[in-house]
């Protein structure tokens, strides 16, 4: 008996999802950058933004030079994913999902850590 393993995934929808994962990244970096530098502004629209980073000018330093370096590495999982996706020409629409969650799951995963060691230190408000 044969199994369906799926379709191939169209080209467009290839190029969206990668170009997404490439946005990710790039917005990423830009934090990653200029938080770390201790340049990115308080904001209530990019950045790690709660009650507590956002509390005071140097709380929002605080969390985002502390979580630089996991931001970096989160951005660097979105590039090479959306690199990855579009390069991918032709394959099983199985691949492209599983290869599309893992990312995205290892994303999500850094970002909370980033996140959690962004606070920590912080003096509670």
Same mark, same amino acid.
């Given at each position: 008996m044969r199994h369906e393993t799926g379709g191939v995934v169209p080209l467009s929808v290839q190029v969206a999802l990668g170009a997404s994962h490439l946005i990710v990244a790039i917005i990423q970096g830009i934090i990653a950058y200029r938080g770390g530098r201790g340049r990115l502004p308080r904001n209530h629209w990019i950045g790690f933004r709660g009650t507590r980073s =956002?509390?005071?000018e140097s +709380?929002? %330093? &605080? *969390? &985002?030079?502390?979580?630089? /370096? =996991?931001?970096w590495v989160s951005s660097a *999982? +979105?590039?090479f994913t959306g690199g990855a996706i579009i390069l991918l020409d032709g394959s099983s629409e199985w691949l492209i999902l599983t290869t599309t969650l893992a990312a995205d799951s290892a994303i999500i995963i $850094?970002? %909370?850590i980033a996140w959690k060691v962004g &606070?920590?230190? $912080? /003096?509670?408000?």
């Open positions: =956002l509390s005071s +709380a929002w %330093i &605080h *969390v &985002h030079r502390r979580a630089a /370096p =996991l931001t *999982v +979105a590039f $850094l970002m %909370i &606070h920590q230190g $912080l /003096p509670d408000s």
